[in-house]
């Protein structure tokens, strides 16, 4: 289903700035003191939902006697470290991490063991800690599964499913939050089952849970949570994307629908973008037509909002909102050509 069209709020600028920890090379081992020595683990809070049970996550219920790769730490000691020869390796410099979007930069305090890390449907054991309220997970251990549960909707749910993904089994890190000065947050990966690459899905499998995501998004878009929307549209397109051409009609839909968002979050460009690719697989796309001309004008790219604008209302001359968006933008371009008469007679008179 598709959104109703929605009205911009301003730019916002999300790039980190530069910290000064990330230059160091030998990083600062007390921090890693600080997440070894937690106080005995409480019981684990689970936020995963939609998995269905199997043999490896219902070994989770009985943590006694679980293999190595289910086992968590308890209290002071972890047994699931096995053997002296399968310790953690020493903290080596350097090791930081930057995620390819920027959105945070992880320094390594313990190195996980093998070469394994978490993918789609996998259960992680995970130690959450010093992350700024409100901006991660609860604070000591839960379990979250990778691509699944509402755990992923929250602000937080983004990040830390990336940094997830980047960790092995064991691993101690620390990590710097995106305009955060304070200490860095702790997150260790204590165990994790199985999971699977998205190119192992079966066609019919991706689009089943861009289906799911999509219906999530609009549910989070109706209920005032745009961003948490704008996530789940995100998520359904990139499985979309590694179909085979042309690709399911839905990828259409979905782009209008986050385009909608993004306007809501302020990020006309990123809803130009959005419009644009609607529109190269549908050019007479109302909706589409209609959000990139609030985008223009809200860029300042007057004449092309007023003819996307336009566009909208010779096939739906009924249009009010379109009607009154192309008002708007015709007071501003008669204000402007105002301003910049007077300028000219400022400067020849």
């Not at 968006?325 to 204000?335: F, M, S």
């Amino acid at each position: 289903m598709e959104t109703p069209p929605v009205l911009p709020v301003g730019e916002k600028d999300a790039s980190p700035p530069q910290q000064p920890w990330e230059q160091d090379s030998r990083g600062n081992l007390a921090s890693a003191t600080q997440i070894r020595l937690q106080p005995p683990e409480p019981p684990t809070q689970s936020l995963q939902l939609g998995l269905s049970p199997d043999p490896a996550s219902r070994r989770l219920e009985h943590p006694r006697g679980t293999p190595t790769q289910l086992a968590g730490p308890e209290g002071g000691s972890d047994t699931s470290r096995g053997s002296p020869s399968e310790a953690p390796e020493p903290l080596r410099a350097p090791d930081l991490w930057r995620c390819p979007d920027g959105s945070f930069v992880k320094k390594i305090i313990t190195r996980g063991r093998g070469l394994d890390k978490p993918k789609l449907g996998s259960r992680c054991r995970v130690l959450a800690c010093g992350f700024p309220l409100g901006s991660g997970p609860p604070e000591g251990w839960t379990e979250l599964t990778i691509g699944m549960g509402p755990w992923r909707e929250e602000a937080w749910g983004e990040l830390v499913e990336k940094c997830l993904e980047s960790m092995c089994q064991g691993e101690e890190a620390e990590l710097r939050l995106p305009g955060h000065s304070g200490p860095p947050a702790g997150l260790t990966l204590a165990s994790f089952t199985p999971g699977r690459d998205s190119w192992q899905l079966q066609i019919s499998e991706k689009e089943a849970l861009a289906r799911e995501e999509r219906a999530r998004g609009t549910e989070l878009f109706r209920a005032g949570n745009p961003e948490g929307a704008a996530r789940c549209y995100g998520r359904a397109l990139r499985l979309l994307l590694t179909l085979p051409p042309p690709g399911p009609p839905e990828r259409t839909v979905l782009h209008a629908n986050l385009a909608a968002c993004q306007l809501l979050l302020g990020q006309p460009q990123l809803a130009v973008q959005s419009c644009n690719r609607v529109l190269e697989r549908e050019p007479g796309h109302l909706k589409a037509l209609y959000r990139r001309g609030v985008a223009q004008a809200a860029l300042g790219n007057l004449e092309k909002a007023s003819a996307d604008l336009k566009k909208v209302l010779a096939v739906d001359p009924k249009n009010r909102a379109a009607h009154e968006e192309l008002e708007k933008v015709a007071n501003r371009e008669k204000k402007q050509k105002a301003g910049l008469a007077q300028g000219l007679r400022k400067m020849f008179g």
